[in-house]
């Protein structure tokens, strides 16, 4: 894979990838975004999940011409849902352009939507019905329309859109680029293709379907407030020999691996703005054991083999099914077993169902541990550690101060102390938030009543 800045593409479309937390192009936009920024026709086939729409979202926000004030792109969708989902996500790819997408979808009153078309936006996503209601009512003018974009074509022919389609491309200049995405490619896609495109490029991407079979695979549905309190906890109960902890952007890396620094555990951050001075020292403290934890973006980790892996946490989701097979298969290796969790927000539930279908596996759901659940494991570990010291002897200049406390305190006391202090339990409770507090309204006493005077009113003189 290669980063969006080998792509080639404007600072500002660089610049929006990195504050959506993609620094990688996955495998459809590593293909698509260079053949259709030369201007040609492409079909694309690849899966839902796989980045399609910054495949095709790039270059439409690339290529218009900032300040016309008509509409110079075109996204055909399925569904209102698809629409609106294509919308925002080239919203924020063109943030920085001052590029902006306007969704048009049955369901919505058409007079809000005449009256945002008044606002010129660059680009619409439009499902078929509404548009064509739209084109009827000579509301929406494709005239001037450099570029169209067919998204889910097959999903469009199986709900009886074809004929929709096929009058809204014959509303638009002939001279114009057309991407078609489709996840198969029936007969009457290839039809269309063949009437309404010229000379296409061809991409075709097909997901991974297997993934390191000595791997457990678990994921647990976490607010993402939650996310950090829930790492520690599984830290500490799956005490990792060493683990990765990936995150979408650098900035997050730097926050997580900070925290988990305040908290006592040996981490290390590897991301994109790191020297390499700095990044090899990183590495070679997570090889030697130094740091029990390295927390990482995906460019950052790419080709760094660690073959003594345990565990890897996604603490945010991979963005399509090939991201998650790269990031979990680095444990699990020469026959050693291997953990991957995987933490996913109550929106990102149907994403983690896509990465299932696409890597034909279960991923296992666990629940959020409790705080007796950590602890337990924090003196688990305090065991294994303090038998270790006694398995190796080297404990002599401490036996007579050891003999001169056991003559003051009971033995059982003294190794509970020691035991508190290695897990690193504070002397109070911590408060963890595990969940939102209801809004209690304030209740205040209630007035006594009391009668009107009569007479004059209040305030007259």
Partial sequence: MITFEELQLSKAVIRATASMGFEEATPIQELAIPAAMKGGDIIGQARTGTGKTAAFGIPMVEMIEHGLGKIEGLVIAPTRELAVQVAEEINTLGQFKGVWVLPIYGGQDINRQIKALKSRPQIIAATPGRLMDHLRRKTIRLRDVGIVVLDEADEMLNMGFIEDIESILKAVPRERQTLLFSATMPGAIRDLACRFMKDPEYISVKSKEVTVPQTDQFYVQVPDRQKFDLLCRLLDMQSPESAIVFSRTKRRVDEICDGLKKRGYPAEALHGDLAQAKRDRVTQSFRDGFAEILVATDVAARGLDFSDLSHVYNFDIPQDPDSYVHRIGRTGRVGKPGAA???????????????????????????????????????????????????????????????????????VSLLSAALKLLTGEPNTTPVILTEEAPFKKKKYPRRPFRPRKKGRRAGKR
Wanted: cysteine-free.
């Fill in 341 to 411: 969790v995987t933490f996913v927000t109550p929106r990102e539930i149907g994403h983690l169902q896509l990465i299932e279908r696409s890597i034909n596996r279960k991923i296992v759901s666990i629940s959020i541990p409790t705080m007796g659940e950590a602890l337990e494991g924090k003196q688990r570990q305090a065991v294994e550690q303090l038998m270790q010291v006694v398995e190796e002897g080297k404990t002599g200049r401490y036996k007579m101060l050891a003999e001169e406390l056991l003559d003051r305190v009971d033995p």
